[in-house]
């Protein structure tokens, strides 16, 4: 589907018509390159949405704590004034080492799939729009 950018989309145009984000099959190869095909613009609406959601939990937790101090469970500052132990101070890094080695190792992982799945398996599968058209749904 090619349109002028300057065009209007029509009513029955898909908003994500011209790039796949997501996995329409199994993976029976290399891993797919989902950036490749997704407009920069989602990925920053991505970016924003997981920003705003972070944000979220610390309104949360903030929260959580003045209810903590004002029913007297926590003494005001206590989570601010929190002296760790020396085995705190050991899990918090290992946590933090182990969160950042996870989210920052998909940046460098290759793209060959850690299993295999059977190419065959494809003719036991469909999509939504071909059992539609199908009639079988």
Not at 12 to 30: E, H, I, K, S, Y
Not at 34 to 49: E, H, M, R, T, W
Not at 77 to 104: C, F, I, M, S, W
């Amino acid at each position: 589907m090619t349109r002028s950018p300057s065009a209007p989309a029509a009513a029955t145009d898909a908003p994500n018509a011209g790039f796949n984000a997501a996995l329409q099959r199994p993976v029976t190869t290399l891993e797919p390159e989902f950036l490749k095909q997704l407009p920069v613009d989602n990925l920053v609406g991505a970016i924003v949405a997981l920003t705003s959601e972070v944000y979220l939990l610390r309104e949360r937790l903030q929260t959580l704590e003045a209810e903590l101090t004002t029913r007297r469970v926590l003494p005001e500052g206590a989570v601010e004034n929190h002296v760790e132990t020396p085995e705190e101070q050991q899990r918090r890094a290992e946590d933090l080492a182990a969160y950042t080695e996870r989210v920052l190792a998909e940046l460098a992982r290759d793209r060959v799939p850690v299993s295999t799945i059977d190419p065959g398996v494809s003719k036991y599968l469909a999509t939504h729009a071909e059992l539609a058209a199908a009639g079988t749904r």
